[in-house]
Every structure is written in C-alpha cells, then in structure tokens.
C-alpha cells in the first residue's frame, strides 16, 4: 500500500519514455470503460497535470466488425482522431491477427501516440471471452500477441498493462511481465491486485516494486490507490516506478494530476477549484455529453460523473439520490443548482 509523505519530491523526478513519447510529467490518466471518453479527457486536459492521457479500452474484434461496414467506428473512439496528443488507446482481444490489424490501424489511419493492449480486465464478459486478466495465465501467448501487435503498429508504441495475476494462487506478474519486455513493449502498467481481488484490499505496491527488479529495461507505470500527490511522490521515491497511473481518483478529482505534477516538482501543491468553480466544471461536462449523446442518453450518462464530482462532499447523499432520477437538462441544473453553490 502506498502511504502519504513525504509532501514533495525530494529530487525531482525523471519524464518516462515509451518508445520515442516522451511523458513529462510522467502521471498518466488510467483507461476507465464508460468514463475516459472524449469530454472527460477535455477536462482532464484543461486542468493539466498528465503526461499521457488515454480512452476506453475498445473491442479490437468490435473495431474490426463496424470499421467493415457503413456503421463507421466504435462509439468509445469518439474524439481520437482530432483531440491534442498524446494520446493512448487501449484494446482487448486475445486474437493475436485481430489485435495486430487494429493496432495497424489505431497506429497509421488514426496516428495514435501510443497502442495499449489490455491484459488487467476482470470482468466476467471479457474473461468469458478468455481475454483481459485471462490471458495473465498465459505468459507465453501475452507474448506472443504483444511481439505480432510491436510488429504491426511500429514505429508507434505498443504498451501493455495488466494485473498481478488471476488470483493470489496464480499470481503470474513476473513471468508475464518479463513476455512483454522480450516480445518489445516500450513500458508496462502493473495494477498491484490479482483479478480475483477486483477493486477489494489495497494494492500491493511492494509486489510492483519487485517486478521493477526483474526487467532489463522496459519501464514500469505502477497503479493502484493512488489518490493524493503525496501518495505519487511516496510511489516514486519508495517503489522505484518510472511512472503511475491514476485512475478513480481522476473522477472525483481530475485536477489531481495538476496537484500530482507540482509536487513531483517539489513545488507547493496548488489550491484545488473552489464550488463555484466545481460546478461550473460539471455543467460544462454535462454540455459536452448532451451535446453528443442527446438530451435523455446524455443526462443518463451524465449521473455517473456528477455523483463522483460530489464524492465526499456536504448533502451528497441527497444531490445522489435526486441526480440519479434526471432525464432533462433542466432537471439536471436544477439539482446542481441546489446543492453547488453559484459562483
Ligand atoms: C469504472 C472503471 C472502468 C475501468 N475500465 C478499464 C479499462 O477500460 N481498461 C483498463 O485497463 N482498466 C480499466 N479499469 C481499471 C483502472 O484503469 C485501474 O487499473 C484501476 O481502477 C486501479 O487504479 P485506481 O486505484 O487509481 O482506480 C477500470 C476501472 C474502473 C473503476
């Protein structure tokens, strides 16, 4: 588990390379499935702060299917061709062919700064279709798929990011970790649970720190509970990583990286937005998605933000209960209206 302090960094801290990017300040936004679309990745660009920002994990098998025929591209590749770089997509599959096709593509049609593959996902849906956290008990076919995929998309990156293992008898981190770096990934992610684990415990930093030990010289982004820039600058100076990621944290707080960031500079931690300024965030998000989505899908959508930009905040529980019932755009200003004060 990762603790706090010290504050700041006490040397300041290196920007990671994957392949010829490179991330400064190396703090990376993590892929979260129906979060990490287009909007949020706007707002966590505004506040700054992250090196390497990346989207929903995609179905390479789905990318394949829908680019063939006239529905055009998956819904979660909203915004990749136009938004600023860097920027990082992430598939899933366990077809070495299709992944290295869609990594072929993400790379050349939508120049994209870096591929991901997913190797992490517990859910029950993707380990059924014997990909995500799955593939963990496989060290030699993660290899495989990584060296096809390396191949088809260079010269652009091709990272990897995966758990400890599918449960803590099979924890398999260090032989898969070890696959990836000999079959050319330009850096690895390590979620410090086995899949079993879910989101329960705390991660296991110091298991990441050892995984660090065993590679050549691939670099290593550890992620897990990192959710203060303390806990950032704890998990450079304690466990050696040569970079982190941050994901839930980010829903609540997306300028964490900024706070993050300084701090790795061994500078104060700036102040974070006051209500005013959060609540002219969250009807700026709520734009952006009705303005994709419509208003019914939009508002829909946009419940799940707005209860984590109120996480740990006075009256939640109500701005919860009464936010998860919109379905029009005034309904939903008039329920942040009270409870977020106007600027
Ligand atoms: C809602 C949600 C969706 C996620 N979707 C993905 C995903 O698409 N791809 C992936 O590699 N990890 C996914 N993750 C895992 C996160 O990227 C990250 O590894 C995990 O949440 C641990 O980091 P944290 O403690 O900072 O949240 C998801 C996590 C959450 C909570």
Known sequence: MVTNRPRTASAPVKALRIGALVVDPPILQAPMAGFTNFAFRRIVREFGGAGLLATEMISAEGFVRMTGGVKGAPAR?????DEPRPL???????????????????AGE????????????????IC??????????????????????VQACAPTPVTAKIRLGCSHKNV???????AVEAAGAAALTVHGRVAEDYFKGSAD???????????????????GDLDSAEKVVAAFERYGVDGVMIARAALTRPWLFREAAAALRGEPVPPAPDLAEQRALMLRHHEQIVERFGEQRGNVLMRRYACNY???KRGAVAFRRYINRVVTNDEFRRVVDEYFPRA
Not at 77 to 81: A, D, R
Not at 110 to 125: A, E, L
Request: proline letters at 3%.
């Open 77 to 81: 590749l909203w915004g990749v061709k």
């Open 88 to 106: 990082a997509v992430q598939m899933w599959d366990n077809d070495e062919a299709t992944l290295a096709e869609v990594g072929r593509r993400l």
């Open 110 to 125: 939508y120049g994209v700064s870096v591929v991901d593959i997913n190797f992490g996902c517990p859910v029950k849906r």
């Open 128 to 149: 059924d279709a014997h990909s995500g956290s799955y593939l963990l008990s496989e060290p030699a076919r993660v290899g495989r798929i990584v060296e096809r995929v």
């Open 172 to 178: 398999t981190a260090f032989e898969v970790a070890r």
């Open 205 to 223: 930093w110091d298991r990441i720190a050892a995984i660090k030990t065993k590679l050549d010289k691939m670099p290593l982004i550890g992620n």
């Open 310 to 312: 109120a996480q740990g």
